[in-house]
């Protein structure tokens, strides 16, 4: 009997020092996946953050501010049928690429870019205008996404880009808007405010630019008599742009 008792505890004995070491066994394994799992979530967050390294790096800009800027690169009068717009990297290597003559059959840009939200931009009507914000020997840098300050490079020899003024640009435009109240019409730059009675759809055409200040004229002539068809307004001051572009009717 007592053999058998004997028997018993080192029976028992041994099965608790089996359960003790499958016990471990699944510790070490669950302290494994815990470790792995980490190294899957850092990975994953650096992989995040290189993702957004890009796209974060100046940081967010203001569109209407045009400080350090040299002027516009726009779309040259020799675009073609056959022509792709291309945005390079600092490398050399191609960022990203689109044309306006694409199927838009299913009503969306096939070319579409996330990451590309320029100073002006619309794919149906050739509307192309970037920030210059540096240039080199053979690139002009310019900032693709107003909402970041992404830059990217275009080749100073691609044929369907151009460089312009920001005095020249404004005065291409279709036609402009300001804000009537901080940024009066007036007789003449830096003169009186002009008196006229204008219609609320007014529509402002750029005519002359002399300095800061834009000569505009409207059709008023249900409204006003025929020497209040024109009037100046400012179209820049401290490094920001005070009107607003319209690029088509």
């Not at 990975?43 to 995040?48: A, F, I, R, W």
């Not at 044309?99 to 050739?126: M, R």
Request: proline residues 2%.
């Amino acid at each position: 009997m007592i053999k058998l008792l004997g028997f018993v505890l080192i029976f028992l004995a041994s099965e608790s020092c089996s359960t003790k070491a499958v016990d471990n066994q699944i510790f070490e394994i669950n302290a494994q996946e815990m470790k792995q799992n980490s190294r899957s979530l850092e990975v994953n967050e650096n992989s995040t953050k290189a993702k957004t390294q890009e796209k974060l790096q100046v940081g967010q800009t203001d569109i209407d501010s045009i400080k350090n800027t040299k002027g516009l690169i726009v779309l040259s009068d020799r675009y073609g049928k056959n022509d792709f717009i291309r945005f390079y990297n600092e490398d050399g290597s191609l960022w990203y690429e689109f044309t306006y003559y694409y199927d838009d059959s299913d009503g969306k840009f096939e070319y579409a870019n996330e990451n590309f939200t320029p100073f002006s931009f619309h794919q149906d009507y050739f509307v192309l205008a970037l920030k210059c914000v540096g240039e080199d020997k053979n690139r002009y840098e310019v900032i693709v996404d107003e909402e970041t300050g992404l830059k990217k490079f275009v080749r100073k020899d691609d044929a369907t880009l151009k460089f312009e003024t920001w005095e020249k640009h404004i005065l291409k435009t279709f036609a402009v808007d300001f804000n009537r109240e901080q940024n009066p019409l007036r007789e003449v730059p830096e003169g009186q405010v002009k008196t006229a009675v204008l219609p609320k759809e007014a529509t402002f055409h750029p005519v002359e630019i002399n300095g800061e200040w834009l000569k505009v004229s409207w059709d008023s002539s249900k409204k006003a008599g025929k020497n209040d068809k024109s009037g100046w307004v400012k179209w820049r001051e401290d490094n920001k742009i005070l009107v607003e572009l319209f690029y088509f009717s």
